[in-house]
T-cell receptor, first 113, second 110 residues
Framework: DAEITQSPRHKITETGRQVTLACHQT?????MFWYRQDLGHGLRLIHY???????NKGEVSDGYSVSRSNTEDLPLTLESAASSQTSVYFC????????????FGEGSRLTVL | GQNIDQPTEMTATEGAIVQINCTYQ??????LFWYQQHAGEAPTFLSY????GLEEKGRFSSFLSRSKGYSYLLLKELQMKDSASYLC???????????FGSGTRLQVQP
């Protein structure tokens, strides 16, 4: 079965370190998204991509970057982790950009000490 | 811009009916999603409304009024497993990705 997987599922890191969260989907979806979820804020969009070599900033993109070198993967990098980036991160993909249902990964819980 | 309002928490009794409301403002509208999210898990798709009216899917129904910027999710015959957060997500044609409300945490009690 096609799926979307995230790794690691849990990570603890220190302030200032670079961290990369992986996201891999096997649906061959062009559209991939990264959200973070915090209490009281719901899901907030960090970055998204509509195809290989395409990346776009979301509403909370500062301190994060993504790259899209193939259809299957959209890794999220925290260049210099900050305590404010402690959160649960969800990757998602969809078939159609404007009407397609989002399929979410299981989430990655990141703690920055 | 886009504003999405949902109640933060609701409590209901097993076997009862509960209605979770969502009001929104978008620069352009192209449908509304409802997602369910159990604690510690990923959101999963429940429904998508693009036209006005009620869409029924088993115990769950979703209603949309585009002119009022209003939607609700109706859960019937509540079960304990329905305890979860419910996320409203209107699709704004002025945005290139889906934006979610903060979600409504529903607690079903025996």
């Amino acid at each position: 079965d096609a799926e979307i997987t995230q790794s690691p599922r849990h990570k603890i890191t220190e302030t200032g370190r670079q961290v990369t969260l992986a996201c891999h989907q096997t649906w061959n979806h062009n559209n991939m998204f990264w959200y973070r979820q915090d209490l009281g804020h719901g899901l907030r969009l960090i970055h998204y991509s509509y195809g290989v070599q395409d990346t776009n900033k979301g509403e909370v993109s500062d301190g994060y970057s993504v790259s899209r070198s193939n259809t299957e993967d959209l890794p999220l990098t925290l260049e210099s982790a900050a305590s404010s980036q402690t959160s649960v991160y969800f990757c998602a993909s969809s078939e159609r950009s404007n009407t397609g249902e989002l399929f979410f990964g299981e989430g990655s819980r990141l703690t920055v000490l | 811009g886009q504003n999405i309002d949902q109640p933060t928490e609701m409590t209901a009794t097993e076997g009862a009916i509960v209605q979770i409301n969502c009001t929104y403002q978008t620069s352009g509208f192209n449908g509304l999603f409802w997602y369910q999210q159990h604690a510690g898990e990923a959101p999963t798709f429940l429904s998508y409304n693009v036209l006005d009216g009620l869409e029924e899917k088993g115990r769950f129904s979703s209603f949309l009024s585009r002119s009022k910027g209003y939607s609700y999710l109706l859960l019937k015959e509540l079960q304990m497993k329905d305890s979860a957060s419910y996320l409203c997500a209107p699709r704004d044609t002025g945005r290139r990705a889906l934006t979610f409300g903060s979600g409504t945490r529903l607690q079903v009690q025996p």
